[in-house]
């Protein structure tokens, strides 16, 4: 209602209210009778109501907020989660926190985050953050949760027997650590320093939502100094790691036989010794000592110098040959052993070897859309050796190398169709749904306000746009910038080709349009039937040992256009004469605001390959659509079916699926979220259940919009 000056420097206003939204129709308001604003300082209002279109939600009698350009100390926005299980020790109700915000100086700030849990009790969270130079950084977390009820033995105690678990542990501290340290030495050195600690196995499946955390640590503290050099690197770190036996509150007992400390100097060297020859030489290696709880401790030393070089054959051939040799050396010793201590070394030759060449052809169009398109066929046969040698000592110290032998053969012909494109350019423009993708990869807020001059307008071509904000920036935009900026542009109608003007036609960049692989791998340690190797065993199980030959696997990859995308997958055994696995899935993009996926995925059983990787059986049918209807409205919702219940996990055919919600008008944001899962834990009767996990999260931010870049001062 007024305003007044005061000679002292500041503003009185009486009826005052204050919103980021358009003042003739707010949706929330704080109106004051009587505010005191402070340029540069704090500001308070006395009598002083939070308002919701026009309905009084909150009354303070006082209330105070920062009026600077700076981050200052003050209350953020609350958040709110819903999380429930059908299992009672990981259903945890609604979660309430509200966070307070420290801005201790400019280079250290605090969070402290009280939390409200509906059936366990009071949280309290520290997140120290500091920066006191630009290569030096670091945090500090600490999170605590005050239980107030006591646990049930019967469901909590795991493996360990209910009757042994201490009355007096019942009620157990549940906490974590988290400590990072990043500081620059000098121009060539790098110190790094981190912790993870956990007061239970259960804490990062309870409080987290991480299902299955692999490791489950109870605590992990490594640190490491860093020197780069031209050529390579040289790094001495240490590490300490303790990790919980199972997933159950009140059984602490740790995995006695992981390595706990273990002090380490490795390095890593490579270069190109001539100019006019294509030879890389490299060498990596490591000098290690290791202490466990239980077994045996130890040194090891390991070397592997490595050798590739490639060259043109008969000018129509590619070849490239790489040669290693690893040298393994290790001492160890056990207090418990009738030998206590033993020496051994092995050394493993590596070699791989390829051939491939190239085979195009081109062709042009004069009418289609597509003016040229070419193929490339590239057919590759390539061996990959690993010797065989025994790694373990001759006293039988369970401990040695893991390298196991390998001998295998692959042929693989791959296809590219390329091809490029007319198009005729539709006009650009920069919307305010472009500002909205920009803020969400944390664009600089500076580059954002001085963008808002191009909001709406359009531009004939992207190189006209492109044009425009080159002019604008000058120096300060960078490539990298640039192309975010423009990978939020939208695209405005396009016209008919006899209706679009001469000029924004153009030839565009070639595109891959289409892939074809096909590789039949042959693996020879898979001849002989009763083959032993005299290392580890090797890897792969695919097929019976006296079939060497692998099944075939056939990748198709299809992209019509940039809004469509199709792959297939398909793996074919030979001796049954059948497929055995395949997957397709399939992707839309109608724009860069609507986007939908499906995949389907038939694998019979579990297999490893030659490399060691392993592939789970699996019936499954997946899907995934988000789309922005508009500048305030996103939503979207994904998940995975099990098509074949009765013969997997879990009876639930839905076995995850989330679905969120996002509505951003001009001065607020809700943000909902709902997720479910479906998972299995063990009674204390030792039977596996079924249970399924609900979790939702919802907030409301109030504001949310650019500061004008100014100091406060001027706007007076």
């Not at 110190?191 to 987290?208: C, P, T």
């Not at 000018?315 to 056990?334: D, R």
């Amino acid at each position: 209602r007024e305003i007044r000056r005061v000679p002292e420097g500041y503003f009185i206003g009486y009826d005052c209210t204050f919103t980021t939204c358009i003042p003739e129709q707010p949706a929330w308001e704080i109106r004051g009778s009587t505010v005191h604003y402070y340029p540069e300082n704090y500001s308070s209002a006395i009598s002083t109501s939070l308002r919701v279109r026009g309905v009084p939600i909150f009354y303070f009698p006082y209330l105070a907020w920062p009026t600077v350009t700076r981050r200052q100390t003050g209350l953020l926005p609350p958040e709110y989660a819903l999380q429930t299980s059908s299992i009672e020790k990981f259903n945890l109700g609604y979660r309430l926190s509200l966070p307070y915000f420290w801005a201790i100086e400019r280079e250290q700030d605090l969070t402290i985050r009280t939390e409200w849990v509906q059936f366990r009790g009071l949280g309290l969270g520290l997140d120290y953050q500091y920066a006191f130079s630009e290569n030096l950084r670091g945090e500090l977390k600490f999170l605590r949760y005050f239980e107030r009820d006591p646990r049930d033995p019967q469901t909590e105690s795991g493996q360990l027997a209910p009757e042994d678990v201490n009355p007096n542990t019942l009620r157990p501290e549940r906490y974590k650590l988290i400590l990072n340290h990043n500081q620059q030495l000098d121009e060539r050195s790098r110190l790094i320093v981190s912790g993870l600690v956990y007061s239970d196995s259960q804490f990062q499946r309870e409080y987290e939502g991480v299902r299955n955390p692999e490791p489950n640590y109870a605590q992990s503290i490594t640190g490491s100094v860093n020197y780069q050099y031209d050529s390579g690197s040289i790094t001495l770190s240490a590490s300490q790691e303790k990790v919980f036996q199972e997933i159950a509150l009140l059984n602490w007992a740790t995995d006695p036989t992981r390595i706990q400390r273990l002090p380490a100097l490795s390095f890593q060297f490579s270069e190109q010794p001539f100019q006019t020859v294509d030879l890389t030489t490299s060498a990596a290696g490591s000098l290690v000592r290791y202490f466990r709880e239980e077994g045996y401790n130890g040194t090891g030393l390991v070397l592997n110098p490595t050798l590739r070089y490639r060259r043109n054959i008969f000018q129509y051939f590619k070849g490239v040959l790489g040669l290693g040799h690893s040298i393994s050396a290790y001492e160890v010793w056990s207090p418990s052993a009738s030998d206590p201590s033993d020496q051994y070394t092995f050394q493993i030759w590596t070699a791989d070897v390829e051939f491939n060449t190239t085979l195009s052809r081109v062709w042009e169009s004069e009418s289609d859309l597509y003016s040229r398109f070419k193929h490339l066929m590239t057919p590759r046969i390539r061996y990959d050796y690993i010797e065989d040698v025994p790694q373990d000592s001759i006293s039988g110290v369970p401990f040695g190398g893991g390298i196991a032998t390998r001998r295998l053969l692959e042929f693989r012909l791959d296809n590219i169709l390329l091809a490029k494109r007319r198009q005729y350019e539709p006009l650009q423009r920069f919307t305010g749904r472009s500002f909205l993708r920009l803020q969400e990869q944390e664009f600089p807020e500076t580059f954002l306000l001085r963008l808002q001059s191009l909001q709406d307008r359009e531009f004939a071509s992207r190189g006209k746009l492109q044009e425009a904000l080159e002019s604008m920036f000058d120096e300060e935009l960078d490539e990298e910038k640039l192309l975010q900026i423009l990978s939020v542009v939208e695209s405005g109608v396009s016209l008919r080709a006899e209706d679009q003007p001469e000029e924004n036609l153009r030839i565009g960049e070639s595109l891959v349009l289409a892939r074809l692989n096909l590789i039949q791998p042959y693996d020879y340690l898979r001849v002989e039937e009763d083959y032993q190797s005299q290392g580890p065993t090797p890897k792969g199980d695919e097929t019976e040992p006296g079939e060497p030959l692998l099944p075939l696997r056939i990748e198709l990859s299809l992209q019509p256009g940039s809004g469509l995308a199709l792959n297939f997958r398909n793996r074919y055994n030979h001796q049954q004469q059948r497929t055995v696995e395949y997957s397709l899935s399939v992707d839309v993009n109608v724009s860069q605001y609507s986007k939908a996926s499906v995949a389907f995925r038939e694998n019979e059983s579990t297999y490893t390959t030659p490399y060691g990787q392993t592939f789970e059986a699996s019936s499954s049918f997946s899907f995934s659509n988000t789309h922005q209807a508009s500048d305030e409205l996103s939503f979207g919702f994904s998940g995975t079916v099990d098509l074949n219940p009765a013969s997997t996990a879990f009876r639930r055919r839905l076995v995850s699926d989330t679905v969120f919600l996002s509505y951003r008008p001009d001065c607020w944001t809700f943000n909902l979220r709902l997720e479910e899962r479906v998972d299995k834990t063990t009674t204390s009767g030792g039977q596996e259940t079924e249970y399924v996990d609900r979790t939702i999260f919802a907030s409301i931010i109030l504001g949310g919009v650019l500061l004008p870049e100014q100091t406060l001062p001027r706007a007076f």
